[in-house]
């Protein structure tokens, strides 16, 4: 994680943008995840963000902390804390630098691993594993990879690709990273539990997924 700078420009417009680009599905998929936590859960949410769905954690009784790289995102993250009357852990730290006291139940991983090029995707999946008890559970929304017929493919390259190619221009991420998780959680010693396929319409192709994983180990 090393783009501290253009993250801290877009921390103000992120959630704006996110939510936009998405229709909302961002947004959507991020009050989905609630279901997976319990009160009490230690719950980590790496490359926090705008942290609405941190603040909803909270509110549900979880143990929270946020960790982000950019300074601007963490700042944020605590001023809606404190607006909400919750409190919270906030950590401004590297990825692969960030060493927890102990293992996490839950930790939440949304467009995340989008930011790293395909050499070190792998590796960022399985330092996020790292932070998880055994049994603990990964949450993860994201693009995922193209899926479905040719015009559905061809849609998820198009609609993803005007998206990607403006992050890529601000130094957000690379150009179109197209991954599917499963191997890369497989090597990290995780199953998948569960996924989901978000579309923006209807019976619209695949646009966007979310994945629930367990560490096994």
Known sequence: MSRQPTFDRVASVYELLANLWSLGRVGQMKRAQLAHLSAGDRVLYVGVGPGDDAVAAAELGAQVTCLDLSPRMVEGVRRRFDAAGREGTFVVSDLFAYVPERPF?????????????????REAVARVVEFLRSGGRLLVADTGAPR????????WYVYHGLAYGFSAIQGLTPWLPRFDLEPDLAAAG????????????PRGPVTFETIVAIRRD
Do not use: H, K, M, Y
Not at 108 to 121: E, H, I, Q, S
Not at 194 to 201: E, H, M, N, P, S
């Open 105 to 121: 139940d839950v930790v939440v991983a949304n467009f995340l691993f989008g930011c790293f090029p395909d050499g070190r995707r």
């Open 148 to 155: 479905g017929s040719a015009p559905a493919r061809a849609f």
């Open 190 to 201: 995780c199953g998948i539990e569960g996924r989901r396929f978000v579309r923006l319409w």
